[in-house]
């Protein structure tokens, strides 16, 4: 009989921050989804207009880590929806650039500081020292971690 590796799914770092990640989201995600009838996908997009206007689509798609289909959908139903305008590059009229328009921001203003208060929420179960280390430890994966997964995947 041959013998198998066993992941203990639940000990598995990459799931547990997956679900850690999607329990979060979906938290906030039932509110403004109710409200303004906006998915997770589309709050990203604009969560990040909202701190760096004049973005092209792939930009975002960068800045967020979703796929450009995912990224390029829920921009064309924020354009539909009057809370995105796109325009054309000033000095490139082959690329687009993207941002809120006003209908946008009076939903951007209204999400993100339930977002903040989401997450004040939740952080308020660890002490300073904690919080400090978190943000340290989600640096460095981030970084490092991220790139030596990625170098061991490109050597083999």
Not at 56 to 83: E, F, I, N, P
Not at 87 to 115: C, E, F
Not at 118 to 137: C, F, G, M, P, V
Request: charged residues 30%; aromatic residues 6%.
């Amino acid at each position: 009989m041959t013998e198998h590796h066993v992941l203990e799914l639940e000990r598995f770092l990459p799931y547990r921050l997956s679900i850690l990640s999607n329990t979060i989201s979906q938290a906030i995600a039932r509110e403004y989804e109710q409200r303004f009838e906006l998915s997770v996908t589309e709050w990203r997009v604009m969560a990040v207009l909202g701190r760096y206007e004049g973005l092209s689509a792939v930009d975002v798609a960068v800045r967020t880590a979703m796929d450009k289909v995912a990224v390029s959908r829920a921009l064309t139903r924020l354009v539909q929806a009057g809370r995105v305008k796109r325009t054309l590059a000033d000095l490139d009229k082959r690329r687009s650039v993207l941002a809120l328009t006003t209908k946008g921001w009076k939903i951007y203003d209204q999400v993100a500081p339930a977002a903040l208060e989401h997450e004040r929420q939740l952080l308020s179960t660890l002490d300073a020292e904690e919080r400090a280390w978190l943000e340290k430890i989600l640096i460095k994966l981030g970084t490092e971690g991220v790139f030596a997964m990625n170098a061991a995947v490109t050597t083999k």
